[in-house]
């Protein structure tokens, strides 16, 4: 099975700040990695497809990169509506996710 | 416009008890995707359960729910389920249905696009 980590498990940040949540795979996954959003008492939403693809409808200030093991989401300018958990899903061999992380405000 | 509705199937039941949850699908061609079920325990992360692809001939479960649970689907009904048998406490969770996304079409090891409000199971004595 593919363990996936992300960090940090927790992050505090302001409105206007640019932040990056890590994801690292246990072997290579590609890029076959996706990035969810997900607001209390809501169903995820997804961000990104294939590490770097932005999905429909989602503000340019995400933005994905990485391959293989490593991977990295950007927020570029935090809004008052990206204050959520974020995880990262691979799907190279099954699927599974990070243990997420909680964006707060600071 | 897309949408998943988790129409029934949750709710309290003993452990070792039963419990079939479904999923309608709307809005999309829904022959032509891979689906899956993913839980959630309240307050905590993400847990994918099990996926089918998009004619039923290909299925995958997570090692926590193989030999228990069996996901299957109804194209001319749109509509995707997950039986769920000798439950166990561990298995309280809220459980979304989502579609698979197209990276690869069909299938159901892929990105989730379209997600169920969730259907809240309880195990418990």
């Known amino acids: 099975d593919i363990q996936m980590t992300q960090s940090p498990s927790t992050l505090s940040a302001s409105v206007g700040e640019r932040v990056t949540i890590t994801c690292r795979a246990s072997?290579?996954?590609?890029?076959?990695l996706a990035w969810y959003q997900q607001k209390p008492g809501e169903a995820p939403k997804l961000l990104i497809y294939?590490?770097?693809s932005l999905e429909s409808g989602v503000p340019s200030r995400f933005s994905g990169s990485g391959s293989g093991t490593y991977f990295t989401l950007t927020i570029s300018g935090l809004q008052p509506e990206d204050f959520a958990t974020y995880y990262c899903q691979q799907y190279q061999s099954y699927c599974s996710f990070g243990q997420g992380t909680k964006l707060e405000i600071k | 416009e897309a949408q998943l509705v988790e129409e029934s199937g949750g709710g309290v039941v003993r452990p070792g008890g039963s419990l079939r949850l479904s999923c309608a699908a709307s809005?999309?061609?829904?022959?032509?995707?891979?689906m899956t079920w993913v839980r959630q325990v309240p307050g905590k992360g993400l847990e994918w359960v099990s996926g089918?692809?998009?004619?039923?001939?290909?299925?995958g479960y997570a090692d926590s729910v193989k030999g228990r649970f069996t996901i299957s689907r109804d194209n001319a009904k749109k509509s995707l389920y997950l039986q769920m048998s000798s439950l166990r406490v561990e298995d309280t969770a809220l459980y979304f249905c989502?579609?698979?996304?197209?990276?690869?079409?069909?299938?159901?090891?892929?990105?989730?696009?379209?997600w169920g409000q969730g259907a809240a199971v309880i195990v418990s004595s």
């Open positions: 294939k590490a770097s």
């Open positions: 072997q290579s996954v590609n890029n076959w």
């Open positions: 989502a579609r698979g996304g197209g990276t690869n079409l069909g299938d159901y090891v892929d990105a989730f696009d379209i």
């Open positions: 809005g999309f061609p829904f022959k032509d995707y891979g």
């Open positions: 089918i692809n998009w004619n039923g001939g290909e299925t």
